[in-house]
């Protein structure tokens, strides 16, 4: 019981990291709400690097997916990330 209730918790989420000033790497995880705090710390490394980490939404009315930051609650137009990741 206790596995099903774990995989209940998990969520995906696209996290967007990178040095510096460049662009950046997207990727997407399956983790908890606890986990991706974790990994977001450990991609930034002490401060070295930086990283954000975007839930998914679907936009029903433009049917485009949106992703909102986790942590500031911005959103951004994932389709062009979508796609790239999923196709």
């Known amino acids: 019981m206790n596995a099903k209730r774990k995989t209940l918790n998990k969520r995906t989420y696209y996290i967007l990291s990178g040095e510096g000033t460049g662009e950046g790497t997207w990727r997407y995880v399956t983790v908890t709400d606890r986990g991706i705090k974790r990994m977001l710390t450990t991609e930034r490394c002490g401060g070295d690097r930086w990283a954000k980490a975007y839930s ?3 936009n029903t009315i433009l049917t485009s997916p949106v992703g909102v930051d986790i942590e500031t609650g911005d959103a951004r137009d ?3 990330v979508y796609s ?4």
């Open 56 to 58: 998914l939404v679907r």
């Open 84 to 87: 790239m990741l999923h196709f």
């Open 78 to 80: 994932m389709s062009t």
